[in-house]
């Protein structure tokens, strides 16, 4: 059986890279790990549902999340705020 969602990446040290995949039928679990992949810098080859690459406007939904994630961790971390401030007053996804 197929996992719901499959996340193709390539770390950025070389474009000769093998691809690694990350498999999960928790979208919020993959979200957490796109957000992971966005923070250290690697590449996203596809995300894929059910084996069938997501259309554009979805996969820009997913990196859009994980990015807004990204952000909120490292405005919480940079202010010394919690993520309910955060949210308040700069509208991040916590």
């Known amino acids: 059986m197929l996992p719901k969602y499959t996340i193709e990446y390539c770390p950025g040290f070389s474009r000769r890279t093998q691809a690694h995949h990350y498999s999960s039928d928790d979208p919020i679990a993959c979200e957490e790990f796109l957000a ?3 923070d250290r810098g690697f590449r996203i080859m596809a995300i894929r549902h059910e084996g069938v690459d997501l259309p554009r406007p979805e996969f820009d939904r997913f990196v ?3 990015a807004g994630m990204v952000a909120a ?3 919480c971390s940079a202010l010394n705020i ?3 401030e955060e949210k308040y007053r700069f509208g991040f996804a916590a």
């Open 36 to 38: 992971e992949l966005l």
């Open 64 to 66: 859009k999340t994980a």
């Open 82 to 84: 919690k993520p309910e």
């Open 73 to 75: 961790r490292r405005v």
